[in-house]
Every structure is written in structure tokens, then in C-alpha cells.
């Protein structure tokens, strides 16, 4: 069975820009969650979306937004880039749409860096 | 909100010997404790869990503790080998919550 994927891997990008991250849930999973973990800090949950729809979000600005797609696919856009956005983004996926009660599994990651 | 406290931030042990990470949490709703491995270059992988149920769970060379009352959860790794070396995130998953690492390194 094949696990969370996510690209691209690495994605650079100047201040100011739009970056779009993708990935792809295990199949099966209805619910994608986003995750960015800056260098040196734990897991900071931006947002997460089941059957198209956002459920919740994290702490973050509107700049950053996503979309799910009927495949269940999922996409992160952030706006207007920022230095400090330079993190690696983690997504992972969930078989249940119960939110912080059911095992996620995450991908490997896309790590943005913003010059 | 919740939050979580982890400690300690870094851990060197002696292949062989124990290691113990604990986690602290807030939120007296929170029901649901896994802990994850993240290796370099990779995405966190789930090693255990805990359901708020259960006071202890054990799978080979690791176990997790679960104290409601105090809310505290703790990872045990015993027998620790060189491939034990990476981050490790606790987690209090009801708000999507999750410790700030622990960096564990394994002296061969």
C-alpha cells in the first residue's frame, strides 16, 4: 500500500511569491491535514480538510490556504511569502473524519525555503 | 487551548540502556497520546499510542505510560539500539497538539 506522498521535495522561493505544496492521502483516507514544523520547533497544525470541505485551522494567517479535491488529493497555498515561512510542510492523512482521535500518517515532507 | 510540554529536549544514552522522554499536557479532555519517530530527511512515523482507557501499552522494546489524574504521558525505549537515534514528537491529538521533540542519540 502506498504511503502519503507530497511534492516537490524542495521548493524555493523569493519573499513575496505564492508557493503551492501537493499531496496525496493513502488510499482510502478521507481526511488531509496540514502541518509546518520550523527548523528546531515541533509540529505547528495549520489545517485540515475532509470531503472537500476545511474543517479547522490552525493559528495561522489567511495567507495560507488549501483546497481538497475530489480524489481527496490536497493542495497548501501560501500567499505573499514571507522569510520566516521557510519550514518543512508535513501532510498527513486519517481513515476516520474525526479530528485528533484517530492515527495520522504522515508523508516525507516538502521543505519550502523563502530568500 | 492545549499544550503540550515535552522533555527533555535532548537525550544521550548508552546503547543498551533505557531511555525515557515524558510529556505533559492540559487539556483533561484530551483522549487520544500517540508518539512519533521522525528520522532525518523523513516525515514522523507513528511508534505508539495511547487511548486515555488504557494506563499502559507495550510493544517489544517500547511502552507508553499514561497518568490522567496528573496528565502526564511518558515513552520508554529499553535495550536501546544505534537505529533508535532520531527526533521523537509526543502528541495530545484532540487539538492536533504536539510536543516541541525530543532528540535522542544512542552511543554505540
Known amino acids: 500500500e502506498a504511503g502519503v506522498t507530497q511534492s516537490p521535495t524542495h521548493l524555493i522561493k523569493t519573499r513575496g511569491q505564492q508557493a503551492t505544496l501537493r499531496c496525496s492521502p493513502i488510499s482510502g483516507h478521507t481526511s488531509v491535514y496540514w502541518y509546518q514544523q520550523a527548523l528546531g520547533l515541533g509540529l505547528q497544525f495549520l489545517l485540515w480538510?475532509?470531503?472537500?470541505?476545511?474543517?479547522n485551522r490552525g493559528n495561522f494567517p489567511p495567507r495560507f490556504s488549501g483546497r481538497q479535491f475530489p480524489n481527496y488529493s490536497s493542495e497548501l497555498n501560501v500567499n505573499a511569502l514571507e522569510l520566516e515561512d521557510s519550514a518543512l510542510y508535513l501532510c498527513?492523512?486519517?481513515?476516520?473524519?474525526?479530528?485528533?482521535?484517530?492515527?495520522?500518517?504522515f508523508g516525507p515532507g516538502t521543505r519550502l525555503t523563502v530568500l | 487551548g492545549e499544550n503540550v510540554e515535552q522533555h527533555p529536549s535532548t537525550l544521550s544514552v548508552q546503547e543498551g540502556d533505557s531511555a525515557v522522554i515524558k510529556c505533559t499536557y492540559s487539556?483533561?479532555?484530551?483522549?487520544?497520546f500517540p508518539w512519533y519517530k521522525q528520522e532525518l530527511g523523513k516525515g514522523p512515523q507513528l511508534i505508539i499510542d495511547i487511548r486515555s482507557n488504557v494506563g499502559e501499552k507495550k510493544d517489544q522494546r517500547i511502552a507508553v505510560t499514561l497518568n490522567k489524574t496528573a496528565k502526564h504521558f511518558s515513552l520508554h525505549i529499553t535495550e536501546t539500539q544505534p537505529e533508535d537515534s532520531a527526533v521523537y514528537f509526543c502528541?495530545?491529538?484532540?487539538?492536533?497538539?504536539f510536543g516541541t521533540g525530543t532528540r535522542l542519540t544512542i552511543i554505540p
Open positions: 480538510y475532509d470531503e472537500g470541505e476545511e474543517r
Open positions: 498527513a492523512s486519517t481513515l476516520m473524519a474525526t479530528m485528533g482521535t484517530d492515527t495520522q500518517y
Open positions: 487539556d483533561s479532555a484530551s483522549n487520544y
Open positions: 502528541a495530545a491529538q484532540r487539538k492536533l497538539t
